[in-house]
Every structure is written in C-alpha cells, then in structure tokens.
C-alpha cells in the first residue's frame, strides 16, 4: 500500500527529457518511487488515494528563481515608470511607511496563494522579515529559498548592513531544520552594497554553503554609476570580491558584452532570467542565446508584483521563448522543452536543490503540477509541451503537490482559508492608498 498513485494522459519527466503517455507516478512518503505504465501501476501498487488524470500533462513542480513575495501587497501602485525612480519614488517611501512583520506576513500569504495556483511548488525570495516569509511558506506547504537581505541602507526592518546580516542569520538558524526552507545569502545590488560587505557575503556564503542571490547588470545606469564611481563593471567588481563562482544566482543579467558572458561561464555562475519584469521596467532584452551558448544554466524568476504585476511562471516561460526567437530571428531557438527544463530543473541547479526536485526521476520529492488540456482553448493537442508554453495559462492548472502533499485539488487551495486572506488584503489596500504628501 502506498500514499498516492497519480495517472496522466502525458508525463514530462523533464530530466531525461522524455514525454510519456498513459502512465502512472507512484508517491510514497512525499516521494517518487516509481513511474510506469498505467494499467501495470494499478495491479502493483494499491494506494490509499488514487487519481486520474486523463486530459492532463504532469510536470514537476514549477520553480521561481526570483520573487519578492511580499511586494504582493503593492502590485500596481507603481506603473509605467523606468526602476530606479520607481524605487526611489515610490517602492522604497511606501516600505518606509508600511513595511512591518504583518505586511511581510499578508503579501507572503497572497504571493503563496497566487504561486500555488500557478504550479509553482518552489521559490526564491528576496525580502525583509524572511521569519515572516518562511511562516507562509509552512502555512500553505511551498518549499522556499529564503534570502538573507542585505543593504547599506536602514529600513523599518533593520538598521545598517550588519544589522540586516545579523537578523538574517538569526532567522537561518531558527528555520534551517525545516525540510522545505532553504537560504540564500542576498546582497540587494551592486549599487546598494559596499566592498566590505560583498566581501563578508563572500566568506559566508563558503563557510555555510549557501547561494548567493544578487541583482546583478539590470540597468544600463547600473553599470554606467559603476564605471564611475569603481572604475569596473559590476561583473568585474564582484569578481574581484570573490562572489563570482558557481553559488552566485545573477538576476536579471540584461545588459551584458561577450566579456561578461564569459567571466560568468567561466565562474559556472547562474542566471534568474525574467523577462516580464524586464519588459515592463523598460530594462531591456537580455542576450539569453549568448548566455546558453556559453553554457550557462539559466532558471526563470517572475520578480516582485510591483514589477511584473504577476507571479505567473507559465507565461514567463511563453515571452521568454517568443523574445528569443525574435531577437535572433531563428523560429527554432528556445523551444518548449527548453524553457520547461528552465522553469524546473535549471531552478533547482541553481539553488542546489537538483538531487530533490526539478525533474519527475524516481527518488526525487513529489513536487508536481498537473495542468488540465482537456478545455476547447487547448484543443487539439499534438504537442502538450508545446500547449504548455504556447496555449495553457495558469488557469489550466488544476493540481499542485509538494513533497506528496495536495495543495491545490481541482483547482482550488486546500487551505487558504483559514488565513482570511480577503480581509487582509482589504486593509492593507485602504492604508497603502493613503498616501501623505
């Protein structure tokens, strides 16, 4: 008798990358312990729940290389304006009025919801209050890689750099042991971090083996005050520092030369490529067919809501391909088993987390997306990887598992109400629209 046993009309195991039809994934224990054909799963393994799946593709678990998961809270408070004033204007006035453990709390709770009915098992995050993120994270059953937040600058959350470190470490040391939060060590930016403390990130990051979770060359400004005020490009900083080598996860990396390519390939860095959020900032088309030719891996991130305005990986995976084919006017790049491959399994690399998810391979964690191809919008279906880039939104999302455990059936949460997440976010509006001058 085993926990679950799950059979799809396709599967797509990702990692080999192989598409199987009228299979079945058995589940034990919160892992994958065999994949076979269907008829031969029912007759060897009983299971205390059994669901079919017959218009369904079976994907692992979706992966959000990069999320602000709180900025839920300020989805569209701040449109149409390139980042840095949109930071400066706006983001960081309204963190310095609002920010709080509860405003971390109920964006993390939003952002979590919206993820999981995305099939996004896993994220990456970027925030102040990281204890407040990793709650969430447990109350709806994520796995998360939680970032140690780090900046020159005070906020309502800490007061210099190494009062960011020191909460940070803090939180480290009190979630550690869960199974499904993991950490990063996350300078903000070049522009917000001195030498120093890239320096200490750079010795921690070796003594506790942790990534290291950066924006790095978003701008053409970024690299431009870099030049003047180091005399080097930000790559090239970071490389004199000691960050660039195979924990360092790049975000964003829009604006780079063939000298920056190679520096980060040599490195055996990671890219968290997020191309709405680039679109929408005005940011620029990142050379994402250099950095695959170079070998690079590179993971798909949504960014923050304020920036994107949704934590929708699916259609990331849709722009990012269409973006390449049009820049290198080669129909060819980037096809859909590539940017799935980048969506999960080029995630988990880049958090080291590939021995436990990224891909459906026996042993792995049960982390699983199943999305519904049976609708007249997605029919008919040659291809269902294809669908799944090019046809299927998120609403076509109908189950999520997390290490084994459903947390979206038939396309609703199982437990999101409990959080009251109407009310909070009913409160949260009214304060954030009033605005002192």
């Not at 926990?3 to 192989?18: F, G, S």
């Not at 007759?43 to 709180?70: E, K, M, T, V, W």
């Not at 309502?156 to 940070?168: E, F």
């Not at 722009?319 to 399994?345: C, F, H, N, Q, Y």
Request: proline share 5%; aromatic share 6%.
């Amino acid at each position: 008798m085993i926990d679950l046993l799950i059979e799809a009309r396709w599967i797509a195991t990702v990692d080999p990358d192989a598409l199987l039809k009228n299979h079945a994934l058995a589940v034990d224990r919160g892992r994958i312990i065999d994949l076979l054909p269907a008829a031969e799963a029912r007759s060897r393994y009983p299971a205390q729940q059994q669901i079919s799946l017959d218009q369904h593709l079976l994907i692992p678990g979706l992966i959000n290389l990069h999320s602000h998961a709180a900025m839920n809270l300020m989805r569209g408070i701040a449109d149409d304006l390139p980042l840095l004033r949109w930071l400066q204007e706006h983001i960081w006035p309204t963190e310095a009025r609002h920010l709080s453990e509860q405003f971390v709390l109920d964006g993390s709770r939003l952002a979590c919801a919206e993820m999981l009915r995305g099939g996004i098992t896993c994220f990456n995050d970027m925030y102040f209050y990281p204890a407040a993120t990793a709650q969430a994270a447990s109350e709806f059953g994520m796995r998360a890689s939680l970032g140690i937040t780090t900046l020159e600058f005070p906020t309502p959350y800490a007061h210099d750099a190494d009062d960011y470190l020191r909460q940070g470490l803090a939180v480290h040391d009190q979630w550690r042991n869960q199974p499904n939060l993991h950490f990063t060590l996350a300078p903000h930016a070049p522009y917000t971090v001195s030498d120093n403390i890239f320096r200490r990130i750079a010795t921690l990051a070796e003594q506790l083996n942790l990534p290291v979770h950066c924006h790095l060359h978003e701008t053409r400004q970024e690299i431009s005050d870099s030049l003047q005020q180091f005399g080097e490009r930000p790559i090239e900083r970071l490389q004199r520092l000691g960050l660039l080598d195979p924990r360092l996860i790049a975000v964003h990396a829009v604006h780079l030369n063939a000298e920056d390519v190679e520096r980060l390939a040599t490195a055996g860095c990671h890219i968290a490529h997020c191309p709405v959020s680039n679109l929408k900032l005005a940011s620029g088309f990142a050379p994402l067919e250099l950095m695959r030719d170079a070998g690079i891996n590179i993971g798909l991130g949504t960014d923050g809501a304020a920036s994107n305005n949704r934590l929708d990986l699916l259609s990331e995976m849709r722009i990012a391909s269409l973006i390449t084919k049009g820049r290198t006017e080669d129909a060819t790049a980037l096809p859909a088993a590539e940017v799935l491959r980048m969506a999960t399994l080029n995630g988990a690399r880049a958090l080291g987390l590939a021995h436990e998810i990224g891909s459906i391979t026996i042993g792995k964690s049960a982390d699983l997306c199943a999305i519904d191809l049976g609708s007249l919008e997605c029919n008919p279906c040659f291809d269902p990887v294809s669908h799944l880039i090019h046809v299927a939104g998120r609403e076509a999302v109908s189950h999520v598992w997390v290490a084994g455990k459903c947390c979206v059936n038939r396309k609703k949460l199982t437990n999101a109400e409990e959080y009251h997440l109407e009310a909070a976010l009913a409160l949260w509006q009214n304060k954030l629209q009033f605005r002192p001058e």
